[in-house]
T-cell receptor
Framework: KNEVEQSPQNLTAQEGEFITINCSYS?????LHWLQQHPGGGIVSLFM???GKKKHGRLIATINIQEKHSSLHITASHPRDSAVYIC??????????FGEGTQLTVNP | DTAVSQTPKYLVTQMGNDKSIKCEQN?????MYWYKQDSKKFLKIMFS???????INETVPNRFSPKSPDKAHLNLHINSLELGDSAVYFC??????????????FGPGTRLTVL
């Protein structure tokens, strides 16, 4: 079993819908990343957080350290949000352990 | 101004060949990484260097050898390429080792295809 589990693996939504992607982990961490990988392949860091909540535009990330769980929310989703969203946890030092990603498709 | 750049973007080669992928960052970061993304899109750490010193060396065949000539560069050399080496390889960098807010910045990836 992977130390970082994401759900769902695939998600299809209609434009405008509110989207939630979940990440659960089983190890002690110092921080958690949410990354976005577009169809072209490039990886962009969306958030890095260790507690509470962060917001950037239509994206919101929350983390509950006690429950070892994080969520990524997208409000008013748009087709350009279609991408793979990857959760990664930072353990000791600089090592990142990745989830398998969630493929999001937003239809117009 | 590309923060983390990799060359080449695509690499197609025959089994048994030796090839290198180069990575450069202009962010002034101390730590650089190589990740492999397999066909299922799963990312896994391979190596990490901090100030030109190897600090993470995962269970990777010794045909893979990273080289860091200076803090801004981390190259990946692969000997005797095998079919299973086909993947996308990502370079990344961060300001330091520890620290909650040492965010990693990724390069565009190099798609390696071994025929």
């Amino acid at each position: 079993k992977n130390e970082v589990e994401q759900s769902p693996q695939n998600l299809t939504a209609q434009e405008g819908e509110f989207i939630t992607i979940n990440c659960s982990y089983s190890v002690g961490i110092s921080a958690l990343h949410w990354l976005q990988q577009h169809p072209g392949g490039g990886i962009v860091s969306l958030f890095m957080l260790s507690s509470g909540k962060k917001k950037h535009g239509r994206l919101i990330a929350t983390i509950n350290i006690q429950e070892k769980h994080s969520s990524l929310h997208i409000t008013a989703s748009h087709p350009r949000d279609s991408a793979v969203y990857i959760c990664a946890v930072k353990q000791g030092g600089s090592r990142l352990t990745f989830g398998e990603g969630t493929q999001l498709t937003v239809n117009p | 101004d590309t923060a983390v750049s990799q060359t080449p973007k695509y690499l197609v080669t025959q089994m048994g060949n030796d090839k290198s992928i180069k990575c450069e960052q202009n962010l002034g970061h101390d730590t650089m990484y190589w990740y492999k993304q397999d066909s299922k899109k799963f990312l896994k750490i391979m190596f990490s260097y901090n100030n030109k010193e190897l600090i993470i060396n995962e269970t990777v065949p010794n045909r893979f050898s990273p080289k860091s000539p200076d803090k801004a560069h981390l190259n990946l050399h692969i000997n005797s390429l095998e079919l299973g080496d086909s993947a996308v390889y990502f370079c990344a960098s961060s300001r330091g080792l520890a620290g909650v807010y040492n965010e990693q910045f990724f390069g565009p990836g190099t798609r390696l295809t071994v025929l």
